[in-house]
């Protein structure tokens, strides 16, 4: 299940993924391909009660440092994992909630988006089974439904992405491409995180499976950490197959933790 990677970044004294001191780690997850399998639609992912509890159980053997690092808003996170409050950035770092509960929003001006999104709409018509996820400040168009019309949606926006440039930026994923905040990203995010309790003076460990969690990865690896890519889409220094086995890698990880107190 687990293989280390060469490769990227010139390796930093990092650790073993499988034995990890729950008092000197703390971990970000990604959401959407790491810790749940992908579905057809983002609105058809679910969260299993037993994997909610899975989490919480591993946050309180970090002592509360675990984050998830999501493309989705954390507003949507919320409502996946409820009934859980978790620390979190949403829409790939551009907002925050610390373990504090404080959340951290950069300024923007959305008028421009909102422009966007009526053009978008008119592809939308155009061609059944593009899915436009809205948000609020980025918008993600996926072609998952829709192969056939990747080329022109790359063309829209691309387009888009200069004409708002240099507030937004187009951002690549599996299948789909997104309008999102130029100010931050995930490495952002995990920055931020490390400044604060109990994140602070913790070796990082970043779990994510596409080219998005790149900025994550290299955020860890600043900070001597272990980065951990999901699936076949990206590459790190460890690697584990899916979903699948990011959750057995959890619940192995946190029934270690209890049978050593």
Not at 31 to 36: E, H, I, K, Q
Not at 57 to 65: E, K
């Amino acid at each position: 299940m687990y293989d280390q990677k060469a490769g990227g970044l010139p390796a930093t004294p990092d650790g073993d993924p499988l034995a990890l001191d729950p008092t000197q780690v703390c971990l970000f997850l990604d959401v959407d391909g790491t810790l749940l399998d992908l579905a057809a639609t983002p609105d058809l992912v679910r969260v299993e009660p037993s994997l909610a509890r899975l989490v919480d159980h591993v946050r309180t053997a970090l002592d509360g440092a675990l984050a998830l690092i999501s493309g989705r808003a954390i507003a949507r996170l919320d409502r996946l994992f409820a009934p859980l409050v978790l620390p979190a950035a949403g829409l790939h770092g551009y907002e925050r909630r610390g373990a504090d509960g404080r959340l951290h929003r950069p300024p923007l001006t959305l008028g421009p988006l909102v422009q966007s999104r009526s053009l978008l709409g008119e592809l939308l018509q155009a061609h059944p089974g593009l899915l436009l996820e809205d948000k609020g400040a980025a918008l993600a168009l996926h072609y998952r439904n829709a192969p056939q019309v990747e080329a022109r949606a790359r063309g829209v926006m691309a387009q888009l992405a200069a004409s708002l440039a240099p507030q937004f930026e187009l951002l690549e994923g599996d299948l789909v491409m997104e309008l999102k905040p130029a100010c931050t990203s995930k490495a952002t995010a995990v920055e931020a995180f490390l400044l604060e309790p109990p994140f602070s003076g913790r070796q990082p460990v970043y779990v994510g499976d596409d080219v998005t969690d790149f900025d994550g990865f290299a955020a860890v690896r600043r900070h001597a950490g272990i980065d951990i890519a999901v699936g076949h889409r990206v590459s790190a220094r460890w690697h584990l197959s899916g979903p699948a086995a990011v959750r057995e890698w959890l619940d192995g990880l946190w029934r270690g933790w209890s049978a050593a107190r």
